[in-house]
């Protein structure tokens, strides 16, 4: 943090300070900062002003915080308000006659004891927070101000808000979770040792929450979880109980009290459809199950409809998988990303962390097996321990039954007759699933009652209560913000209690509007713009070769060698971290850029296009990134695709080049975006050969991709792509504003 200007304040600390020093230097500081305030000398915000009597540990801050609290709620800003019951709390103890441990207990309980259910969930949520991180991170913006003459008002108010963030959450840590275990066995009936038995002779563990006080049976909202963590899954069962529902989390075979063996993806079309059976015949079943859930439990509320149990009324699944194309291999293409996850899952019955949290292993792992040449088969020899699940995936390179097995295929979608709420975002590794689940859906079953809420989210953002405001470099639109979770409960209300559908969904495609700070709504994905084509041209354009929407009738194909004996280069990186970019370097493939738009343009939707190329292998793996472009020379990633060219055109099936000829690859499978674009600003396409240490290495031989080597890569791939090359981007000219 660089300090700036006047007024300043002192920080009477150094280096060295302890934890207990730097507190006592802040709260001086604050003292001195409430003083001047007093006098007229600098101004703050209500909510800087609780800050600071909360750090210089006034006995007023609970006047502070009241006033704070009573402002957002006469503003209709309820949700703000819960955020501040913890700094309440902490105000309150802090002024306890009785001593803060007895002062926290007797703020707390009766805080919550005066809310209902649904608000005092809402509250309890938000006394977590990580102080040790926290105080962490406030070391570092320390580091500015030891030894300064004086810190500026805005640096010292970001020190105090920093303080009072550690001193509430440390103390959180350590009363609230016992506080609100209490408050909610008096609200609640949970119980954690539910045993589930399947006709296929399995055993899962559940977790079952009801309100003591529902006067009849309920409908179920469930929540089926390979990310077995004991507590995380209890609180999730009382969030749904506290909005009405029982409240079920059910844990993967092989999970928690199950004995069986973990299975990652296999077991879940026939597990999800006994928990749903299981529930149905419960006394506190009204007989109607909804699932939800992100990433796996979205993928495991998908397994449930390969057998669409009556029971089963709506499912909500966020950043949802596809087992088999969207991980571990993405368009057939497999991916390093996910390569610890299934130590991560199923090393033990619940999550192993230590071994996932080897961060420095698993990215040097990758750098040393692309660095060794060794095939891709062998990278667990490389890390010195056998990944079995990683070898049981490898044996399936293509979509084969195997794959088809864990979620509907095909026909399947047709049977599908349920409301769908699907949530997904941008920048989601696995976004190009969650759009395949929405395609094949209104595909078979056209007419089905399939939505889509999609904006600038990566995989966790998604599925978060709040969104994080900038994103890989991207400072997200205001209007982006929503809570995925009041969304989920919303959708819920809508189909099993006839209440309203939730105001952000109101057509089957809800995106967010990148730049334009806005949702916009349509029917379907073809009707919110209209594909433009553009030819891969040879032809200069500034520092790039032109994309234009026609092809000269002499225009020469471009010409690209790429050795892969060559462990020292890369391709481009298809990967958007960050998403904004100072400038685009194109040290390999090819870079393409349109004409400036003349109007605000926008992108919505996927691209796809065609590419007519001619090699001399029998295969390869490659990409196309799209990016607007600005005139400063600037860029945001809106999209890519990744794949193989051998599978093209039939996920399933193997299709290999023939060396030597023209032939013309498809391409369709890449992520949604809604970008608005300014006059001025143009498209950039890059086409590149896929290389590098995070996915297997093609060499072209025609045989199984993991099998191949460094011996393999006696000859270069030489690829001819041709003028020909069509990439189609959806595209609406947009009104002047």
């Not at 296929?200 to 006067?215: E, P």
Request: aromatic share 10%; proline share 6%.
């Amino acid at each position: 943090m660089a300090w700036a200007a006047e007024p300043t304040f002192e920080l009477d600390i150094d280096a060295t300070a302890s934890d207990g020093e730097i507190a006592s230097s802040i709260a001086a500081m604050a003292q001195a900062m409430l003083a001047s305030r007093d006098s007229g000398g600098v101004e703050t915000s209500e909510e800087d002003l609780a800050h600071l009597r909360i750090a210089a540990g006034q006995d007023t801050a609970v006047a502070a915080v009241v006033a704070l609290m009573r402002r957002l709620q006469a503003e209709g800003e309820a949700a703000k308000a819960q955020r501040w019951a913890p700094y309440l709390a902490y105000a309150r103890a802090r002024s306890e006659p009785a001593g803060f441990d007895a002062g926290y207990a007797r703020a707390l309980r009766g805080h919550l004891s005066g809310l209902d259910d649904l608000d005092a969930q809402r509250t309890a949520y938000w006394f977590v927070g990580d102080a040790e991180r926290a105080q962490a991170e406030l070391r570092q913006r320390l580091e500015p101000g030891v030894g300064a003459s004086g810190i500026p008002l805005a640096g010292a108010l970001e020190l105090a808000r920093r303080q009072s963030f550690v001193d509430v959450y440390r103390s959180a840590a350590r009363l609230a979770p016992a506080l609100v275990r209490e408050d909610e066995e008096r609200r609640y009936l949970v119980d954690d040792q539910v045993l589930i038995r399947t006709p296929q002779g399995a055993t899962l563990s559940a977790t079952v929450a009801r309100s003591r006080n529902a006067d009849g049976p309920l409908p179920t909202a469930m929540l089926f979880t390979i990310y077995t963590a004991p507590e995380a899954n209890r609180a999730t069962a009382v969030e749904a109980a506290s909005r009405g529902y029982a409240g079920v989390v059910v844990d993967a075979r092989g999970k928690r009290l199950s004995e069986d063996r973990i299975a990652p993806y296999e077991r879940e079309a026939d597990d999800a459809h006994a928990a749903i059976d299981w529930i149905s015949r419960q006394p506190w079943s009204d007989g109607r199950v909804a699932m939800y859930g992100g990433s796996y439990s979205g993928f495991a509320a998908w397994a449930a409809t390969r057998r669409m149990h009556p029971a089963l009324k709506t499912i909500v699944p966020y950043v949802a998988a596809i087992p088999g194309l969207g991980l571990p291999m993405e368009n057939n293409v497999f991916l390093s990303a996910n390569y610890a996850w299934p130590f991560y899952v199923a090393n033990n019955r619940l999550l192993d962390h230590e071994t996932y949290g080897q961060r420095e292993r698993w990215n040097a792992l990758t750098e040393n097996w692309f660095a060794s040449g060794r095939p891709y088969r062998e990278i667990d020899d490389v890390d010195g321990t056998p990944n079995p699940w990683l070898q049981r995936w490898l044996s399936h390179p293509a979509y084969d039954a195997y794959w088809q097995a864990m979620v509907p295929y095909g026909d399947e979608f047709a049977r599908i007759d349920i409301p769908v709420l699907s949530i997904t975002g941008y920048y989601d590794d696995g976004q190009i699933s969650a759009l395949q689940y929405f395609k094949e859906h209104h595909r078979h079953r056209p007419g089905a009652e399939h939505y889509l809420l999609i904006g600038p989210y990566d995989h966790f953002g998604a599925q978060a209560p709040v969104k994080q405001r900038v994103l890989r470099g991207y400072a997200i639109d205001p209007s982006a913000q929503f809570d995925t979770r009041e969304i989920t409960f919303q959708w819920l209300d809508h189909v099993l209690r006839g209440a309203q559908r939730p105001a952000l969904v109101r057509d089957k495609v809800n995106y967010q509007w990148m730049g334009g700070d806005a949702w916009r709504h349509a029917p379907s994905l073809a009707a919110a713009a209209t594909p433009v084509a553009f030819h891969l041209v040879d032809s200069r354009s500034g520092a790039y070769r032109s994309l234009s929407p026609e092809a000269p009738p002499a225009a020469r194909p471009l010409r690209q060698t790429v050795d892969f004996a060559d462990r020292t280069t890369r391709g481009h990186g298809y990967y958007p971290s960050p998403i904004v970019r100072d400038a685009i370097e194109v040290d390999s493939g090819f870079a393409f850029v349109s004409e400036p738009f003349e109007r605000p343009t926008s992108v919505v939707g996927t691209f796809s296009g065609e590419l007519k190329v001619r090699i001399d292998k029998r295969d390869f793996d490659f990409m196309v990134v799209l990016y607007e472009l600005r005139p400063d020379g600037s860029a945001m990633q809106l999209s890519y695709f990744v794949g193989r060219a051998s599978h093209a055109r039939d996920m399933t099936r193997r299709e290999l080049l023939v060396p030597g000829e023209w032939t013309r690859i498809p391409f369709e499978r890449s992520r949604m975006t809604a970008r608005r674009m300014e006059p001025g600003n143009r498209l950039l396409v890059v086409v590149d050969v896929l290389k590098d240490a995070h996915h297997q290495v093609n060499h072209g031989t025609g045989r199984d991709v993991s099998d191949e080597s460094l011996a393999d890569a006696t000859v270069p791939l030489t690829v001819e792509w041709h003028p020909d090359s069509v990439v189609r981007v959806p595209l609406r000219t947009e009104d002047a504003q």
